[in-house]
């Protein structure tokens, strides 16, 4: 398995934010809960404690509708 570190790390944590809220915000049968549980989980597992995990959550935010909050 590939490990991430500084910057590569950084986007995949971010990746992962703007998934799980991508996923989030579809409708319907295209909504893929089991992906995004999964990719929730492993954001947890990979952000080191819960400021870092909000930071990402609030990024993801920013970029899929541009608002901070």
Not at 30 to 35: K, M, R, T, V
């Amino acid at each position: 398995m590939a490990e991430f570190t500084g910057r590569e790390l950084h986007l995949v944590k971010k990746s992962l934010a703007i998934a799980v809220l991508a996923i989030e915000r579809q409708p319907g049968p295209f909504q893929s809960s089991s992906d995004q549980a999964d990719m929730k989980a492993l954001l947890d597992t990979l952000s080191e404690n819960d400021a870092e995990l909000a930071h990402y959550a609030r990024s993801a935010r920013i970029a899929v509708t541009g608002e901070p909050d």
